[in-house]
Structures are given as structure tokens and as C-alpha cells.
């Protein structure tokens, strides 16, 4: 197939946004053939059948690097707690916070877990995402972790959608347990059989005051290595823990949140290839105010994506275009880091090397938009103008 008279943000080529203005771009298969000038499309492909665009935006597949989407129940409650002048640390200190939603997790079923997830699935298919990554968390245990990891899973058979999994044992310390003995016995444990299920994409923690150490961690990710998973990490979001520079340490993929890093650890992560994954939906839904060291990370050359955290407690947020609107006014973020957040980056962030652009040999992973400019894609608010979105070359 042969997509013409399109304003490509292919996020590849030279210049802002890898623009290319009345592009066109041959499919084969799921793959991308050809991309290029309208003008210039080789012999062998022009005479494929051909889409006429109308001029539209097309850029690659959005990708949510970062996502709890998968969870029972909610927390509404606490959001109205926290209106009342509570504090999220001082919830999760009295057994609600990430506590609450293992309750709720621990009590559904794999059937329950992926229906509730469905919805908050389609709501970022609605608006051109392509490929999604599902963390585990609300289980704490070695059954709830796993049947959160197979309902993720299955939620890439009932959509068409690509989903990347990542194991967050070390999450929260339940109750009544040291977080040493927790790690020991169950979180260690419940990674390898999740692994042996094939179950794990990666492994990530929420090194934090209210969570883990980074010594703690430090031995959920020898576990990792052991067992050939990459790494990434929830860190330096409420405090500043030295979690950067440990997930820098082991290559991790990513470094999350990262409120609280400083310009040492934007050059860890430099040096590492650590992608940066800003989250500004639980930023504002805390109300921090303290935000990323986005220039640091900027003057550093570190990879920034965005992401969603769509979680029950800090960013109950189904949407990739408000994160990157939030980005952009929260963080003083450019519209293209924005875009880049939530392509070429996020791809990054999960490891894949054979999407987030517009490139011959890429997925055919595209969002077509009814939009001129990539920047519109940023600056508008609760605005969803997606056209259409193609899926492994198939609308
Ligand atoms: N950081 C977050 O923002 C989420 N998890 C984490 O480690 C919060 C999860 C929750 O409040 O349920
Ligand atoms: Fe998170």
C-alpha cells in the first residue's frame, strides 16, 4: 500500500520533527518500505494500490512507555482525602496508598483485572497508541504478581496493540513485613517463577522513602541480571534516593520520574543511555512542585520520553496527548521533545529498536491525524484529532 500527499513527523530525519512535507510512504506487510518526497517514490512502489492522505499529519505509533493500567478498583476516596489536606505519603503511612489497590488487586480475577483494563486500554488506542508497556505492583505476592502479568499479556490478544511487560515486586512492603524479608521471600521468588512463565519483559522498582532502598534494589536487579531481564527504575520521585545513579549502574533502560535528580545524575544517565521518562501526570495530580531537571537533562544529551503512569493513585490519566500537553506547560518541555517523549524515546525506554520513528524497515506502526502541524498534537487540550491508526501495516 502507498500512503501519499502527506505531512510526514517522521521523528528520524534531518530537522525539526524529521518533517517531511508531501511525503508518501510505501507499506509492505507490517514493515515501512519506502519513505520519502511524494515526488521522488521509487519505480517498484509507485504503482502499488495508493491512500491519498488530504495533506494530513502522520507520525509514528504512540507509545506509552510507562503505564499501571492494569489494577482493581480505584481510589477516588483518597483523591477526595487529599483535597481534605492529607498528603500522599501520609496515606500510604496509614495502610491506604498503594496498599489499598493490592486489596482491591488481590481480590480480582485474571477476567476482572483485564476487563477493567480494557477501557483505559481503549482510551490510548483512541488516541493513536500502538504499543503499550504493563507493569505488575498491586499483587505483592507470587500469585497476584503473575495473574497481573497474564492478564497484561492477554490484553495484547484482545487488542491490537503491542504490550511490554515489566515485573514492579518491589513496589510496596506489605504489611507487617521488613522490606528485606519481603524481598527475600516473595519479590525474588515471584520474579523468577514470572519469568519462568515467560511473563517478563523487564524489571523495574519504586526506590523511595515510603518503598525501597537502593541497596534493596540493587538485589532485585542482580536477580534481573541473573536472569538476562533489562532494568529500569521508579526513582528520585518524592525525594531523592540515589536510585538514578543505581539504575545508570545496571544500564537500565529508563530512569523514572526523577522530580528530585540533579545535574549528577543527568550525566549518569548520559553516560549509561538511560532514557529519562518524564510522568507529569502524577507531578500535577500530587501537586509537587518540584519538577524534572529537564534543562539538566536537556545540556546532558539524555533521551527524555513521556509517559502516562495511568495508576489508581498519582495518575489516573488514560491520556499520552495530556501528558504531552503537560510536558510541554508543567515542565517548559518543546512540543518535539514532546513528540520524541512519546515516540523515538519511549521505544527507547522499552528497549525496541524497530519503531517510534518513520523509517524504511520500521513497523508499520502510524497515527494519522487531522492536523497540520505536530505541535497541535501538543497544545491542545482534551482535543483528540486521530483520523485514523495503522497497526502493524493494517488499519
Ligand atoms: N510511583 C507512582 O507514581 C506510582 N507507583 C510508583 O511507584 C503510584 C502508584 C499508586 O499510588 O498506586
Ligand atoms: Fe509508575
Not at 103 to 108: P, Y
Not at 321 to 339: D, I, Q
Amino acid at each position: 500500500m502507498l500512503l501519499t500527499n502527506a505531512t510526514l513527523a517522521t521523528m528520524d530525519a534531518p530537522g525539526p520533527y524529521g518533517l517531511i512535507r508531501d511525503g508518501a510512504l510505501a507499506l509492505d506487510g507490517d514493515r515501512i518500505a519506502w519513505v520519502g518526497p511524494g515526488d521522488s517514490v521509487p519505480a517498484g512502489w509507485r504503482d502499488l494500490p495508493a491512500r491519498d492522505l488530504g495533506g494530513r499529519l502522520v507520525t509514528p505509533g504512540l507509545i506509552d512507555c510507562h503505564t499501571h493500567i492494569v489494577h482493581g478498583g480505584n481510589r477516588a476516596r483518597e483523591f477526595e482525602m487529599r483535597l481534605e489536606g492529607a498528603s500522599y505519603a501520609e496515606i500510604a503511612r496509614a495502610g491506604g496508598g498503594i496498599a489499598s489497590t493490592v486489596t482491591q488487586t488481590r481480590a480480582a480475577s485474571e477476567d476482572d483485572l483485564l476487563a477493567t483494563a480494557l477501557p483505559r486500554v481503549d482510551a490510548l488506542i483512541a488516541e493513536g497508541v500502538t504499543t503499550l508497556e504493563i507493569k505488575s505492583g498491586y499483587g505483592l505476592d507470587i500469585e497476584t504478581e503473575a495473574r497481573m502479568l497474564r492478564a497484561a499479556r492477554r490484553v495484547a490478544d484482545a487488542r491490537t496493540v503491542t504490550v511490554r511487560t515489566s515485573f514492579l515486586g518491589a513496589h510496596a512492603v506489605p504489611p507487617g513485613m521488613s522490606a528485606d524479608d519481603y524481598i527475600d521471600t516473595i519479590c525474588l521468588p515471584a520474579l523468577d517463577a514470572a519469568h519462568a512463565s515467560g511473563l517478563v519483559d523487564a524489571v523495574d522498582g519504586f526506590c523511595e522513602g515510603i518503598a525501597f532502598t537502593a541497596d534493596q534494589i540493587a538485589r532485585v536487579f542482580d536477580d534481573a541480571r541473573a536472569l538476562g531481564l533489562p532494568v529500569k527504575l521508579h526513582a528520585e520521585q518524592l525525594s531523592h534516593m540515589g536510585g538514578t545513579r543505581l539504575a545508570a549502574r545496571y544500564g537500565a533502560l529508563s530512569a523514572d520520574h526523577l522530580e528530585y535528580a540533579d545535574a549528577g545524575d543527568a550525566a549518569a544517565l548520559a553516560d549509561a543511555g538511560t532514557v529519562a521518562v518524564i510522568l507529569p501526570g502524577a507531578y500535577y495530580t500530587l501537586r509537587e512542585t518540584q519538577a524534572p531537571p529537564i534543562a539538566a537533562f536537556r545540556d546532558h544529551g539524555v533521551a527524555m520520553a513521556l509517559a502516562t503512569d495511568c495508576n489508581p493513585g498519582s495518575s489516573p490519566m488514560t491520556s499520552l496527548l495530556l501528558a504531552m500537553n503537560m510536558g510541554a506547560t508543567l515542565f517548559r518541555m518543546t512540543p518535539e521533545e514532546c513528540l520524541a517523549g512519546v515516540t523515538r524515546h519511549a521505544a527507547r525506554a522499552l528497549g525496541f529498536t524497530d519503531r517510534g520513528v518513520i523509517a524504511a524497515g520500521a513497523r508499520a506502526d502510524l497515527a494519522v491525524w487531522d492536523a497540520e502541524h505536530p505541535a497541535e498534537l501538543v497544545y491542545r487540550i482534551g482535543f483528540n484529532p486521530l483520523s485514523q491508526r495503522i497497526f502493524g501495516g493494517r488499519a
